[in-house]
């Protein structure tokens, strides 16, 4: 019940951020812009899915990473060792400032077109 409980709050929180700006395109499409039916249907299964998948991401990450991060701050902070905090925390930092850069040279890759794309051939 507990957990069902907590879905339900996460999932509140993805209708909440995806929502405002579905419902601005759906008035968009509705009123500018005619747009198909199948196409209509196809963005509003999308963001059901998008609402869903981010509320179950966002309950994943919080179940696992939460316990990972409550049980390493309860173990440093009972060291009392204020060097073992500070390395511990300058390598979390540098862990994360690495995962960041990859994620930057990731994305720069993918903005690159393909060799079948610069020639000018389809995919299909």
Do not use: H
Request: aromatic content about 8%.
């Amino acid at each position: 019940m507990y957990r069902r409980q907590e879905l339900l709050e996460k999932l509140k929180e993805a209708a909440a951020s995806v929502l405002p700006i579905s419902l601005i395109v759906l008035a968009i499409c509705f009123v500018l812009v005619p747009v198909d039916t199948g196409l209509m249907l196809s963005f509003v299964l999308a963001t059901a899915l998008l609402i869903l998948g981010m509320g179950l991401f966002t309950l994943g990450a919080e179940m696992s990473m939460s316990k990972i991060g409550n049980y390493i701050g309860a173990k440093l902070t009972k060291s009392r060792k204020l060097w073992l905090i500070l390395v511990v925390s300058f390598l979390l930092g540098v862990a994360i400032l690495l995962g960041l850069e990859f994620s930057k040279k990731f994305m720069q890759q993918n903005e690159k077109p393909s060799p079948a794309a610069q020639k000018g051939e389809s995919l299909s």
